[in-house]
């Protein structure tokens, strides 16, 4: 059986990053796991859908961004929580960041990524 290449945080960074830059009132989590799965688009295991839960592996990598504060520790993004939902939004750090890795990001969007690519270009 051909075993699924999974979907790492480290992978959602730049596109993530993209969808804050583009959002000056900030990005909810709940909005960032419905954008990251259309440019995205998981497959196999990354598609499933948790045990009990009614969300995918996915949307848990997804959410782990904010657990594991992966763009925070990195000073790329901030998080300021709020009510009802808290919101992500871009840092100058992040920014320049984004800049320094536009080729990477401009090939994410064309569509013609495969799984294979996209571990290559954070590599």
């Not at 993530?16 to 959002?23: D, E």
């Amino acid at each position: 059986m051909k075993k699924t290449l999974r979907i790492s945080e480290n992978e959602l960074i730049i596109p993530a990053l993209q969808i804050f830059s583009q959002r000056a009132k900030g990005t909810s989590t709940s909005e960032l796991i419905k954008e990251l799965t259309v440019i995205m688009r998981p497959i196999g295991k990354d598609a499933d859908i948790l045990p009990n839960r009614k969300d995918s592996y996915f949307s848990q990598i997804v959410r782990n961004l904010k657990s594991h504060k992966t763009l925070e520790k990195a000073k790329l993004a901030i998080y300021k929580p709020g009510k009802p939902d808290g919101k992500y939004f871009i840092t100058d750090i992040g920014t320049n960041f984004l800049l320094t890795r536009k080729e990477e990001f401009e090939y994410i969007n064309s569509n013609t990524f495969t799984l294979k690519d996209r571990k290559t270009a954070i590599a």
